[in-house]
């Protein structure tokens, strides 16, 4: 399994928003996008998953049958409960088996919870729902744009923990702004310019996982991603 970003170009109108974007995503490779608010990340997520169409460029997939997308804000059905939303994805797969949406509720830590509807959840099992969502489908590549922007800084460092639990070895590309969520969760973390977007570094993190935020290792990887945004932000 394998994705290749190649050369991607978009502007809406006359706002220019990626020029020239390229990276891969290896099989079972967890890469984090890092980049201002703006510059541009949505957008190449977006087109990834075929929403947009790039004006230059190409998306390469070998291997890649299904794709799954966790989104900022969680957007289920607040019609639904937590087992309607995961059912529901699982239909539109033509999938109808209450044991494999029970399996992924346990899964994901919402046992108990089946049938909550959305408002009466926290954020952070709201997001558990989003994720358990895109899992629903088997996914081989998951997508996700800053699903833990809103939770406050605890909650946010247990849905990383979860998370690298819940993927395993399943390739992930990852949108955030955080510098501190890429160093946690990246196995190599593709760092964006202002818009009009490009890459400016890859860098490789090549610590063993779980991570320990304070390892002198884990802030020196910090430091090096704050001076590439840094750095290209003129
Ligand atoms: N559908 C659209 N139409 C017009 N402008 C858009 C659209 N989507 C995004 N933009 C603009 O493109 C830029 C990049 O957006 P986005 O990809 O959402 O950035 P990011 O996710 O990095 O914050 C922003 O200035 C945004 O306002
Ligand atoms: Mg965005």
Not at 85 to 91: E, G, R, S, V, Y
Not at 208 to 234: C, H, V, W
Request: net charge neutral.
């Amino acid at each position: 399994m394998a994705l290749t970003v190649e050369g991607l170009k978009k502007s809406y109108g006359n706002l220019k928003v990626l020029d020239g974007v390229t990276f891969s995503v290896e099989e079972g490779e967890f890469v984090c996008l890092i980049g201002e608010s703006g510059c541009g990340k949505t957008t190449i997520l977006k087109i990834i998953a075929g929403l947009e169409r790039p004006d230059e460029g190409r998306v390469d997939f070998k291997g890649v049958n299904r794709m799954g997308f966790v989104f900022q804000d969680d957007r289920l059905l607040p019609w639904k409960t937590v087992y309607g939303n995961i059912q529901f994805a699982l239909k539109a797969m033509g999938v109808e088996d209450g044991d494999v949406v029970r399996r992924i509720i346990d899964f994901v830590g919402l046992k108990g919870f089946e049938n909550y509807y959305p408002k009466q959840l926290s954020g952070g099992m709201r997001q558990r729902v989003g994720i358990a969502r895109a899992l629903a489908v088997n996914p081989d590549l998951l997508l996700m744009d800053e699903p833990f922007a809103s939770l406050d800084a605890r909650t946010r460092e247990r849905m990383q923990e979860e998370l690298l639990r819940i993927v395993g070895g399943k390739a992930v590309v990852f949108v955030t702004h955080s510098i501190d969520e890429a160093v946690y969760l990246a196995d190599k973390v593709v760092v964006l310019s202002q818009r009009p977007s490009r890459v400016v570094r890859f860098i490789e993190i090549d610590i063993e996982k779980p991570r320990d935020r304070n390892s002198d290792e884990f802030i020196e990887k910090r430091r090096e991603i704050y001076t590439a945004l840094q750095a290209s932000s003129g």
